[in-house]
């Protein structure tokens, strides 16, 4: 054999690129497989250990209503998205005189069914009543701490006129919730995002 002559295996072999020669493949593999799990595995840290009460725990109401429907959609939920409440409760009440004035009399108000949850996300419901009310309740607890948010609040859409269409009213009856009313009933300003009441672990008044 010619000793200068390349070998078999020599000739067969691609020469690394220059790619190849400072990041080799295996390497390149590795290292994508950590980065995979360092950019996941704090997803499921947050997920198995809820936080301390905070903002992410923060609890809202999103209202919701399209102007072809007679349904209002109502949404409690927390603002960080995989906050598990110890329970939800949202009491509803249907059968009072308001269209949206200021001030409500709440003795008059009777909440005559309930929306329970318990260890959930969230609780969603929908009601064709106008005006409707409702006494939301969510209570927090992590490791480090507890707390209650509270909401009382109520809501009725005025008829559509021939210059104008539908009107959310809001008003609510907990110091530290603020709505804005009236909003028209429109893709731009619906739907609407209320922050309930941080009442602390003593619970709603």
Do not use: C
Request: proline content about 8%; cysteine-free.
């Amino acid at each position: 054999m010619n000793a200068g002559a390349p070998s078999l295996a020599g000739r067969l072999r691609r020469p690394p690129g220059r790619l190849g020669v400072y990041a080799p493949w295996p390497l390149v593999g590795v290292t994508l497989l950590l980065v995979t799990l360092v950019i996941f595995t704090p997803v499921l840290v947050l997920n198995s250990h809820q936080p301390g009460p905070g903002i992410l725990t923060q609890a809202e109401l999103v209202v919701d209503k399209t102007s072809n429907n007679a349904t209002l959609h109502f949404y409690v939920w927390a603002l960080g998205e995989t906050i598990r409440y110890d329970a939800i409760r949202i009491g509803v009440a249907t059968s009072f005189n308001w269209t949206g004035a200021p001030g409500l009399n709440w003795s008059a108000v009777n909440w005559t069914s309930w929306n329970n949850g318990t260890d959930v996300l969230s609780v969603m419901f929908a009601s064709s009543a106008n005006p409707v009310a409702l006494n939301i309740s969510a209570h927090y607890v992590s490791p480090s701490g507890q707390t209650w948010y509270y909401g009382l609040l109520a809501f009725y859409v005025s008829p559509a006129t021939s210059s104008a269409g539908e009107s959310l009213y809001s008003y609510s009856g907990t110091s530290g919730v603020t709505v804005t009313s009236p909003l028209a009933v429109s893709n731009d300003t619906l739907p609407a995002v209320i922050l309930l009441a941080d009442v602390g672990p003593g619970g709603p008044p």
